[in-house]
């Protein structure tokens, strides 16, 4: 072992550094392609942009409603221990 880091957590660490750098990456690329964007700017495809936005709403919507859905039948319930009376 090297200063006290047991194999598994070498490999955590090693796959944190690599998504680290996609995700520095990917980031740096959005940068770039912004800067050249400003430079020279593209018309916007508004029909393709609402109809990704629309699909985008419905599929959140979805996953609320199922979270909820989850939700009410993971819930714990109280035992019925207690007397009403």
Known sequence: MIAGVRPHQRAVILGQQLCAGVLSTAALGVVAE????LQSPVPVQTTVMLALAVLGLGINVISARLAATDARETRPRMPRTWSSG
């Open 34 to 37: 912004a800067y050249w964007r």
